[in-house]
């Protein structure tokens, strides 16, 4: 059992791996580039990994996407922060280039039609292409990643199945063309099924794909280990999950469906950030006359969306057994550079 | 017509929305899920949204088209059912082919707009990137098969998809900095890269502005109505600029719904149809 933070500085001191995850819309990627700072003040050599920024927030951790590498970000900090923005394809391609038993293999399947359209197409890639940059960093020397995870239509299969792109890559397609042995009798009704699938996606999709796995072959047990050891780390001490929601409805039920399923995976939460609360302006809306003016009737408006958001925000800490429970207020003007982030960092982690 | 927009900003509010309406107005509807999660049954009362239509009115319908149900009912009414035999030999030869999934979907949508008299189509599309991926399938299968039935499938989905007069998509936004950036990127990647025609861009979530509020000077906020009122002028200001920058960099007609206190029910969405029924009136 993992030790239960006491405050999100204790989670940042002590983590080598934090996932921020949640809906989209609810400011996932300023929170985890917030967290990144803060270690980076406490002096930690952090990396940030995030998926698609916002222009300005992208432009103010100078990210170009351009290089699938962190570059430094500089700043007032003891620490180092570096920032990326993932380039799933690049990371496949990295992939396949760490895994092939020569320059030759590589080049064949990097060539390879069907290996194109799967890298540029198959859904769900960022999210494992994450989860295998996460490993890479965590290998060479970094003290916390932090990695903001794209919005969660995938049900954070790459937590839960870290295997399955290996999987898919290696059992299930390699199925078709070497069955398993007692299913080896019936390699006639294999051959009846690549037909039928010919005539579905046509011949040449089929051929593309039996030349991938061709091309493939030796590399799966590379790709099997890299799975198991991304899996571990997820599943390890090291790994701690940041769950970011806001008090609307629908982010608050998307928020307790994942903190759900990362239970059931056994990660559980080890910390929930309410974000865009309204500010309580410390009246109860009953008590305000709205017939008085236009700024009475704001008030009561106001108060009645902070008591609606208390009331979601403490149904969300109850549902999930979180102890680091963290309240951000609505901000007048967006985060739109380093400063703003860096003061966003201070009240989360005060020094 | 396709319900497209960043994650958040209300896409599935917005097509029920609009599927009410529709409704109401007497036309045919379908709303249509993708994504098989649960918040579009749930505004209509549907516990978890099925392949099999729930109706709701004589007019309106609700369904999931997930993405193995599409497949499959595809490969059966094509006499391809031996691959059906076992559940993973179909998503193998789906997921041979990336982009067949999403591309049988829209398939899907295009036989449920034109079958029967034609009916009107409502596609709560999954979030930003990924509905860009979804539009972008049925040209990536042109560009990979050459030929077969695949091939001639995916040609009338791209030729729906280019048909204005038979297909639009309507971007849904909030007020904000960042959802009115990417909405504009979007529009132009829809248009330029796919020849995809826009609807009108709905700006979902407007605070509703009160009228008569006074700004007074600094130092005499100290009341919390004071501030209240400095919080919602600074609040209505901010969305009035980005609904501003929207209309200067997005050449497209807009509609406004505004945001609404609690949880989005089957009320408040008639509430939000009336609401665009107006607009609609009044354009």
């Known amino acids: 059992m993992k030790p239960e933070p006491a405050s999100i500085a204790d989670l940042l001191a002590r983590a080598g791996v934090i996932l921020c995850v949640g809906a989209g819309g609810v400011g996932k990627t300023t929170v985890s580039a917030a967290l990144a700072v803060a270690a980076a003040k406490q002096g930690r050599k952090v990396a940030l990994v995030t998926i698609d920024p916002a222009r300005r927030l992208a432009d103010a951790m100078g990210l170009d996407g351009l290089s699938n590498t962190p570059h430094r970000v500089t700043g007032d900090w003891d620490g180092e922060l570096w920032a990326m923005m993932l380039d799933a394809k690049a990371t496949f391609d990295e992939m396949v280039d760490r ?51 794209p919005p969660s239509s995938n049900s954070l299969e790459f937590v839960t199945r870290p295997d399955r792109l290996h999987h898919f890559v290696t059992k299930r397609l390699k199925w078709i063309i070497r069955p398993p042995g007692p299913l080896r009798a019936v390699s006639k009704s294999i051959t009846l099924f690549l037909r039928q699938a010919a005539r579905v996606v046509g011949q040449q999709v089929v051929e593309d794909s039996l030349a991938f796995l061709q091309a493939f072959d030796g590399m799966e047990e590379g790709f099997g280990n890299r799975a198991r050891l991304v899996g571990e780390l997820l599943k390890s001490d090291d790994a701690s999950f940041v769950l970011v929601s806001s008090a609307r409805p629908e982010p608050a039920r998307e928020a307790a469906r994942l903190g759900q399923i990362l239970t059931d995976a ?7 950030i309410i974000n865009r609360l309204a500010p309580d302006l410390d009246v109860a809306s009953s008590d305000v006359d709205p017939t008085l003016s236009a700024s009475h009737q704001a008030l009561v408006e106001h108060q009645q969306v902070v008591e609606a958001e208390h009331a979601e925000a403490a149904a969300l800490a109850s549902e999930l057994d979180v102890s680091v429970i963290h309240r951000l207020e609505r901000l007048e003007v967006p985060i739109a550079d380093l400063a703003g982030i860096s003061q966003l960092a201070a009240t989360m982690a005060p020094a | 017509m396709i319900v497209a927009g960043k994650g958040g900003v209300g896409k599935t509010t917005v097509s029920a929305v609009l599927g009410s309406l529709a409704a109401q107005q007497g036309y045919r509807t379908v709303l249509i899920d993708l994504e098989e999660r649960d918040d579009l049954g749930r505004v209509f009362g549907a516990k978890k949204l099925q392949f099999k239509p729930h109706r709701v009115n004589d007019h ?95 040609q009338q989905v791209v030729d729906l998809l280019a048909d204005g007069d038979r297909c639009r998509v309507v971007l849904v936004t909030l007020p904000e900095e960042t959802p009115v950036t990417e909405t504009v990127d979007t529009a132009f990647s829809l248009e330029e890269e796919l020849g995809i025609h826009l609807g009108p861009v709905i700006v979902n979530g407007i605070t509703p ?54 949880d989005i029910d089957s009320a408040a969405i008639d509430v939000l149809a009336d609401v665009l029924a107006d607009q609609m009136v009044a354009a």
Do not use: C, W
């Open chain 2, 60 to 154: 309106l319908e609700v369904r999931s088209l997930g993405a193995h149900d599409t497949a499959a009912e595809y490969l059966t009414d094509r006499g391809l059912g031996v691959l059906r035999v076992a559940g993973s030999l179909l998503e193998t030869v789906t997921s041979l082919t990336p982009g067949l999934q999403p591309m049988l979907q829209l398939a899907k949508v295009k036989q449920l707009a034109t079958a029967d008299g034609g009916r009107l189509v409502i596609v709560d599309a999954p979030a930003a990137g990924h509905a860009l991926s979804l539009l972008r399938s049925p040209q990536g299968l042109l560009d990979g098969i050459d030929a077969g039935p695949i091939h001639d499938q995916a």
């Open chain 1, 266 to 272: 056994g990660h559980g939460v080890d910390s929930l």
């Open chain 2, 209 to 262: 502005v009160l009228d008569d509020l006074v700004l007074r000077p600094k130092g005499k906020h100290s009341s919390a109505a004071g501030r209240a009122a400095r919080l919602r002028i600074s609040r209505q200001d901010h969305e009035q600029r980005q609904i501003t920058r929207l209309a200067s960099e997005l050449p497209l007609a807009t509609l406004s719904l505004p945001n609404l206190a609690g």
């Open chain 1, 99 to 149: 895994h092939a038993t020569d320059a030759d293999q590589a080049e064949r399947i990097l060539n390879n039609r069907y290996y194109r359209n799967i890298v540029s197409a198959l859904s769900g890639n960022t999210e494992f292409m994450a989860a295998e940059k996460l490993y890479e960093l965590h290998e060479s020397g970094y003290d916390l990643i932090v990695v903001d995870t």
